[in-house]
């Protein structure tokens, strides 16, 4: 039966890769996350179920087309395949037209899910581009304020017309304005660990920057 399988896979262009029981085929999984998995129900030292719920599992599990084969052909069997994760089952005995068909299923489905891997792949960047946009605006504007008064009261400084008593004040206005800009240029330094530390899930667990609080914040003028 593992002969047939191979010999119809390899004519319809893909190259397998056999196990002769199911602790190997849950190594080999692991080893090389083949997009399409057939699995004998009954096999030595794991069942096929137990090794489609461990692909469930598995991080890219997910995208993996599992076939069961069995002989048993009872509701509460198929049943018993869905539960453990199967997209497809299949009864013996196996025909090679009927296999054909499964496998071509099993592709359409394995284009199907790439196609939405790449598609949510690029909205998480799309969003991840829009927050670093966001970021920039809002570090643009806590710059630029305290810079504004910093420039202004140097220039009045300069120009001669703070009155020495006044001198005093104004330096400390300008320290406290270029401490301001100093805090944002070290946020700017810092904005690969706070991608870590303050971040947020999105879609198959890809992380991502959460930016509101920061933005809004500077947005009011108040310190995050």
């Not at 806590?142 to 202004?152: F, V």
């Not at 946020?187 to 879609?203: C, F, M, T, W």
Request: charged share 30%; net charge neutral; aromatic share 4%.
């Amino acid at each position: 039966m593992r002969l047939v399988l191979e010999q119809v896979l390899r004519a319809s262009g893909h190259e397998p890769i056999a196990a002769e029981n199911g602790a190997q085929a849950w190594t080999a999984f692991e080893r090389e996350k083949p997009p399409l998995v057939i699995l004998d129900w009954l096999m030595p030292e794991l069942d096929g179920l137990e090794v489609c719920r461990r692909i469930r599992a598995h991080p890219l599990g997910d995208v993996t087309f599992v076939l069961v084969v069995t002989a048993r052909d009872r509701t509460e069997d198929l049943n018993a395949a869905l539960d453990a994760g199967a997209d497809d089952y299949m009864s013996k005995p196996v025909t090679v037209d009927n296999l054909q068909a499964r496998v071509r299923i099993a592709e359409r489905r394995v284009e199907v899910s790439r196609a939405r891997k790449t598609a949510e792949e690029e909205l998480r960047r799309a969003r991840y581009l829009a927050g670093i946009g966001e970021t920039t605006l809002a570090l643009h504007h806590e710059i630029n304020n305290p810079l504004a008064a910093l420039l202004t009261t140097a220039t009045l400084i300069e120009s001669g017309t703070v009155h020495e008593r006044d001198l005093k004040a104004s330096i400390t206005v300008i320290v406290e304005q270029a401490r301001r800009i100093a805090n944002v240029v070290k946020r700017l330094g810092e904005i690969e660990r706070e991608q870590k530390a303050r971040s947020v899930e999105y879609l198959n667990e890809a992380r991502m920057l959460s930016l509101r609080g920061d933005s809004a914040a500077a947005r009011e003028g108040k310190k995050p």
